[in-house]
């Protein structure tokens, strides 16, 4: 369909655990529209992490295939870069070279190559800090110049595995903020795992909830809000509640693992 980005078809992923084949993905279907924030949640070790790759194309499917615009996903792509949370950023090199070097394969000559990395430097608000070095720079800082480094390659999609799970709450919190105004700006898709209810509620279109072993989309669950959203509001916690309720947290059945 036109207005697809990704459309994941009968996905299975195992892998070779003690000589023995594991089945970790089982029959993953979804779409992802375009334009689109979609958020993963579920338990550690249920498989979000492998999905992000198998979307990516850093994996290969035991079975069933991911559609990126059309065309089946054979490898890891410009147009879908994956942002971690530990940022990895080179330490020798500064803020501004750290951004220009992902820049490279692009054949830019040499000043729009710094033009495009210190626009997408501004938008993050790091213009002041190009000549600092990662290890000068709050964890924070650091990911907002991994932001910056994945959307200067101006890629359609931001395949993110718990962007923000490093960073103290405060920083989250005007992380997540950032986040919406650049997407809102750039349009980008974003495919978000998180461990963070709050966070999938703010940020997503949808929010897919996954179960364990194998690893499999329980529900999908529309965050029909207006963004920015109020996480004070009567509706955000009524979202947040439902997922809640979806991990049974309400009767503390699971051990709390999540930030909420
Ligand atoms: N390359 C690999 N080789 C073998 N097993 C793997 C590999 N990658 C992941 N697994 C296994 O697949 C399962 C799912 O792992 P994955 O990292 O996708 O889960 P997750 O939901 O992202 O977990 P977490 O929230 O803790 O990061 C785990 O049992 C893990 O040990």
Known sequence: MADTLVHVQQLQKSFVKNEKAELVLKDISMEIKKGETVAVLGKSGCGKSTLLNLIGGFHEPTKGTVLFDGAEVQGPSRRAIMLFQHYALLPWKNVLANVELALEPEGLSADEQRARAEKYLALVGLQDSLGQFPSELSGGMQQRVAIARALAIQPEMI??????????????????????????????????????????????????IMDANPGRIRRTVPIELPKPRDRSDRDFQYYRRLILDEFNFSRQEEQLEYNI
């Open 159 to 208: 395949l993110m595995d718990e962007p923000f799970a490093a960073l103290d709450t405060f920083t989250r919190y005007y992380l997540q903020d950032e986040l919406l105004r650049i997407q809102q700006e750039e349009k980008t898709n974003i495919v978000l795992v998180t461990h963070d209810i709050d966070e999938a509620v703010y940020l997503a279109d949808r929010v897919f």
